[in-house]
């Protein structure tokens, strides 16, 4: 292979790579990143199954970058377990997102617990959501979970709340 061959291969694979993370970020409007203590009560959902962790950690500003720079993959993800078999999160808008750092053996993720409010609820249900978890025992595809893998900048494990 030529210089010039291996030249054109790195910036074909640059810009693929550049464009492919362009497509796959978002940036939500409202998302907060709990603190350890606060994330380990986001795990404890009434109405849907969230993952088994070993323990916590503070998520830092660069997992969090890398996971704007992959959230629209969630879109593509189905949920496998109660409730909601095989439904998507067809809008990433409308929610608020809060993320908390998880480790599963060994391995970092960053749980996202997502939920749709309006005034009412930020005012009365919601006041510290920014602050203190949104556990909510029903709703449906208004509330869901799911889990990124920092190290492959994957996400897996969607659930939703069940239906009431």
Request: with cysteine; glycine share 8%; proline share 2%.
């Amino acid at each position: 292979m030529t210089g010039k061959t291996a030249l054109a291969l790195l910036v074909h694979s640059l810009i693929f790579s550049v464009v492919y993370a362009q497509s796959s970020r978002y940036a939500p409007a409202h998302s907060t990143i709990l603190n350890t203590a606060q994330g380990e009560k986001c795990l404890k959902q009434c109405s849907r199954s969230t993952p088994n962790v070993d323990g916590f950690f503070k998520v830092s500003s660069h997992d969090s970058i890398l996971l704007v720079q992959n959230f629209k993959k969630i879109k593509k993800k189905k949920a496998q377990a109660c409730c909601f078999v095989y439904t998507g999160v067809k809008s990433l808008d409308q929610y608020y997102y809060q993320y908390a750092g998880v480790v599963i053996k060994h391995k970092k993720y960053i749980y996202s617990n997502a939920f749709v409010a309006g005034p009412y609820e930020l005012s009365k249900f919601l006041k510290n959501w920014r602050k203190e978890p949104a556990i909510i025992c029903g709703g449906g595809t208004g509330f869901w979970g799911i889990l990124f893998d920092i190290a492959d900048e994957s996400f897996s494990q969607l659930a939703f709340n069940g239906a009431k």
